[in-house]
């Protein structure tokens, strides 16, 4: 079992995963999103950020990186396979609270962090021709090299740890946009229906 990099407590449900194929940065962003929300809250921005409906605000690494309107403005971007691998460790964390005897409906996620463990340097297969040079040989070195990085998520109570659960501004700004969205929808399909039944109305006195 690998080590985690703090010390989890008694009150603590602690779930990581390692040898994970994906962007340590990107995990990072991730795991800053959520950090100190209820894991409602967490695992419904994860679901949102997979199927590409709300980006994530990337502090750093944001090179190049265009800004986003439903952040107002802040860089950010959809981390789709980032998520994914948050969202395992995450589900992973909230089982073994249960094994625990904490109450999961009144978690927070108290810790999350990612780290870049090691590096692997992938070699051309058997008879492909090495990076520009007409022979056999290893692949160039900045073209294939495989990072690995490690997720650690700890849940706890709030009052385990002193602390209450938060909803970034980016999801609270989220949420009322679906809510003034949900609110003009329903608005126009209730327009829509009175139409219809006033143009109904209309016919069947026509009939008569």
Same mark, same amino acid.
């Given at each position: 079992?690998?080590?985690?990099?703090?010390?989890?407590?008694?009150?603590?449900?602690?779930?990581?995963?390692?040898? @994970?194929?994906?962007?340590?940065?990107?995990? +990072?962003?991730? +795991?800053?999103?959520?950090?100190?929300?209820?894991?409602?809250?967490?695992?419904?921005?994860?679901?949102?950020?997979?199927?590409?409906?709300?980006?994530?605000?990337?502090?750093?690494?944001?090179?190049?990186?265009?800004? !986003?309107?439903?952040?107002? $403005?802040?860089?950010?971007? *959809?981390? @789709?396979?980032?998520?994914?691998? @948050?969202?395992?460790?995450?589900?992973?964390?909230?089982?073994?609270?249960?094994?625990? $005897?904490?109450?999961?409906?009144?978690?927070?996620?108290?810790?999350?962090?990612?780290?870049?463990?090691?590096?692997?340097? !992938?070699?051309?297969?058997?008879?492909?021709?090495?990076? $520009?040079?007409?022979?056999?040989? *290893?692949?160039?070195?900045?073209?294939?090299?495989?990072?690995?990085?490690?997720?650690?998520?700890?849940?706890?109570?709030?009052?385990?740890? $002193? /602390?209450?659960? @938060?909803?970034?501004?980016?999801?609270?700004?989220?949420?009322?946009?679906?809510?003034?969205?949900?609110?003009?929808?329903?608005?126009? /399909? =209730?327009?829509?229906?009175?139409?219809?039944?006033?143009?109904?109305? =209309?016919?069947?006195?026509?009939?008569?």
């Amino acid at each position: 079992m690998h080590k985690y990099t703090f010390k989890p407590n008694e009150n603590m449900a602690v779930a990581q995963a390692y040898d @994970v194929n994906a962007s340590y940065k990107d995990l +990072c962003a991730v +795991c800053d999103a959520i950090r100190y929300t209820t894991t409602d809250d967490a695992l419904r921005l994860l679901d949102d950020i997979i199927a590409k409906k709300m980006p994530i605000p990337f502090r750093k690494f944001n090179k190049h990186m265009g800004a !986003r309107h439903e952040l107002h $403005g802040r860089k950010g971007a *959809f981390p @789709v396979g980032a998520a994914k691998e @948050v969202k395992k460790v995450v589900i992973n964390a909230i089982a073994n609270a249960e094994q625990k $005897g904490l109450d999961t409906s009144n978690v927070m996620i108290a810790y999350a962090t990612a780290n870049k463990t090691h590096i692997e340097r !992938r070699y051309p297969s058997k008879g492909s021709l090495s990076w $520009g040079r007409g022979m056999y040989g *290893f692949a160039a070195r900045v073209h294939s090299d495989i990072e690995y990085a490690k997720i650690e998520i700890a849940l706890a109570e709030p009052e385990a740890i $002193g /602390k209450k659960p @938060v909803k970034p501004r980016f999801m609270r700004a989220y949420a009322a946009k679906e809510t003034k969205l949900s609110d003009t929808k329903q608005k126009k /399909k =209730t327009a829509q229906q009175q139409q219809q039944a006033a143009q109904t109305q =209309t016919a069947k006195q026509a009939k008569t």
